[in-house]
């Protein structure tokens, strides 16, 4: 029954996420909502706190690839992430600005076996897309390979999109959700480190081995976040 039930919440969720977006969409137009070009790489990793602490050694990497190119030296970089971990972001000293979101409210609850559907969830997807969709990005990499963040960042404006699937997940909502960004990794292991080491290596054509997350936190940081 816990497998039906997941199946159920899961279309469910997305179904919602579709609909409510479509609107959105439609609301950001009538008002004349302007879209910013900006200077910036939008680097996405909406997850628990373990899953950003694995990722952080490829943070490191990504950021030393985006600022040894010459095309990309006066870019920033923007990080987005759960909203609790926006002061462990700051600590690692790796991006120009942090923006956040309540995963929680903005997917509608915690996990696929739960919805939390009210006004107040309602409503702040819709501001935050709203917020969101106003910036138009150079480049976006998303580090996560949960469907229901692909279904956020399919609102958001960007030159290119870079995202991570599984491919043992589903295969016919990984055709679907393909065509929300520009390039669309497969990713054939099911261990954190060895899909983010898989992803960068794929991405920036590297050969970096897969090694436990280290990273020194710089505390006394004066850089702004918002």
């Known amino acids: 029954m816990t497998k039906i039930r997941k199946k159920f919440y899961s279309f469910f969720k997305y179904f919602m996420y579709i609909f409510l977006d479509f609107f959105t969409n439609i609301f950001f137009h009538i ?15 909406i997850d628990n706190l ?4 694995v990722s952080l050694n490829i943070l490191k990497k990504i950021r030393e690839k985006i600022k040894k190119n010459p095309t990309f030296q ?6 987005l992430c759960n909203d609790f971990l926006v002061e462990l972001a700051k600590k690692t000293n790796l991006f120009d600005e942090i923006i956040s979101v309540d995963a929680k409210k903005i997917f509608f609850g ?8 009210n006004f107040e969830n309602l409503a702040y997807r819709c501001k935050k897309l709203l917020k969101l969709k106003q910036k138009k990005y150079i480049k976006i990499i998303h580090l996560n390979n949960k469907y229901m963040t692909s279904f956020l960042l399919k609102n958001l404006y960007a030159d290119k999109k870079i995202g ?3 491919k043992i997940g589903k295969k016919n909502l990984n055709k679907f959700i393909n065509k929300f960004y520009d390039k669309y990794i497969e990713i054939p292991d099911k261990n954190e480190l060895k899909k983010l080491t898989y992803f960068f290596n794929k991405m920036f054509d590297g050969n970096i081995v897969t090694a436990p997350p280290s990273i020194n936190f710089n505390i006394n940081s004066k850089k702004h976040f918002i």
């Open 50 to 53: 373990g899953d950003f602490v």
């Open 164 to 166: 991570m699937f599984d």
């Open 110 to 117: 915690d996990n696929l076996l739960e919805i939390s559907l």
């Open 74 to 79: 006066n870019v920033k970089i923007t990080f």
């Open 31 to 45: 008002k004349n909502y302007k879209i910013k070009k900006s200077n910036e790489i939008l680097i996405t990793r």
